[in-house]
């Protein structure tokens, strides 16, 4: 990663016009080839920017434009659209790069592979007389999330995410489409499971025969028990 601090005007031409006037700013050339153009407020969000797949080369400012004290222009083009940044810099205040390596990606504490972690361990969440077969159940279409029996001993299989929608109700009526194919474990049932279940994913789920369940993290987690609230 490139980053320039510059003094700097900006304009971005193409499906819409904008012009940054001369200002001292923060400038991000990205191994993506992105450029981004950052300012001393406006939290995370850039000014301006262009998006990969772009390119940007060095261009001599005009003779009016040295007059004007520009002294390097980097234009940054769209490799699929006509968007050009363009931008003018006066003065270089800093100009350092930095090879970040592989980002591993960010970690968020209540993923489902978190959720999944903490219902197998507490499945009698689920209900009472509840065992785990396995978590990660591979089937020929993916893993199904946590396999497990019932008090009357039936197989079921249940799909966790954060948030429930309608396209995780499907993902969990293919695997039981094929689950049930298996005289080995039919019949199965289904538990569609999350932190926070959609109306429509709801209604869908109920009106396939599928058990919606919201979970508690914070319960799960042993971090939020009854005795331990005032009300």
């Not at 262009?50 to 390097?72: D, I, L, R, Y």
Request: glycine fraction near 8%.
């Amino acid at each position: 990663m490139r980053v320039v601090i510059a003094r700097c005007s900006v304009d971005y031409e193409g499906r819409l016009s904008a012009h940054l006037p001369l200002a001292t700013r923060l400038l991000m050339v990205k191994a993506d080839g992105s450029v981004l153009v950052h300012s001393d407020g406006g939290s995370y969000k850039p000014l301006n920017w262009m998006s990969p797949p772009c390119s940007m080369a060095h261009a001599e400012p005009e003779p009016s434009e040295v007059q004007e004290g520009v002294q390097a222009i980097w234009v940054v083009r769209h490799a699929k659209t006509d968007d050009t940044l363009r931008v003018r810099i006066h003065e270089v205040l800093s100009d350092t790069s930095h090879d970040l390596g592989i980002d591993p990606g960010l970690v968020k504490d209540g993923v489902e592979a978190h959720l999944q972690a903490l219902l197998a361990e507490h499945i009698t969440t689920l209900g009472a007389g509840y065992q785990l077969i396995r978590r990660e159940f591979m089937t020929a279409i993916g893993p199904v999330d946590i396999v497990c029996r019932d008090g009357s001993g039936t197989t079921v299989a249940v799909e966790i995410k954060r948030r429930g929608d309608i396209d995780g109700v499907e993902q969990l009526t293919r695997y039981l489409e094929l689950m049930n194919r298996d005289p080995h474990l039919a019949p199965v049932s289904g538990i569609f499971a999350a932190q926070q279940i959609k109306p429509q994913a709801r209604t869908l789920a109920e009106d396939r025969g599928i058990t919606c369940v919201v979970l508690d993290y914070e319960g799960l987690k042993g971090r939020d028990t009854s005795e331990h609230r005032l009300f």
